[in-house]
Nanobody, 124 residues
Framework: QVQLVESGGGLVQPGGSLRLSCAAS????????MGWFRQAPGKEREFVAA????????YYAYSVKGRFTISRDNAKNTLHLQMNSLNPEDTAAYYC?????????????????WGQGTQVTVSS
């Protein structure tokens, strides 16, 4: 079993920044492919960013590319999402996810474990 706990969400003004974290426990974090997803009220959960187990490969949704950066610290079992130049369309609950299969993934069905989410609200 794997436990994922997100933190770092909050209220930020347009143009601002936030850094989300996801703490993992229960199994060997360094073996997991990891991802961030988000879900706004009334919308489906959507892919944001993904990173391979070794950090060699990252992939971003078009809507966040150039503004968000995904990273991981395998020594600390932690995943991060640095979010810059935030706009109201980024408002959502953000979830981290882990896949036990090596690779890099963009679909929710490809992930085995999920956190409970952290809310990000971008508003003036």
């Amino acid at each position: 079993q794997v436990q994922l706990v997100e933190s770092g969400g909050g209220l930020v003004q347009p143009g601002g920044s936030l850094r989300l974290s996801c703490a993992a426990s229960g199994r060997t974090f360094s073996n997991f492919a990891m991802g961030w997803f988000r879900q706004a009220p009334g919308k489906e959960r959507e892919f944001v960013a993904a990173i391979s187990s070794s950090s060699l490969t990252t992939y971003y949704a078009y809507s966040v590319k150039g503004r968000f950066t995904i990273s991981r610290d395998n020594a600390k079992n932690t995943l991060h999402l640095q979010m810059n130049s935030l706009n109201p369309e980024d408002t959502a609950a953000y979830y981290c996810a882990a896949s036990t299969t090596p690779g890099i993934y963009t679909r929710t069905a490809e992930y085995d474990y999920w956190g409970q989410g952290t809310q990000v609200t971008v508003s003036s």
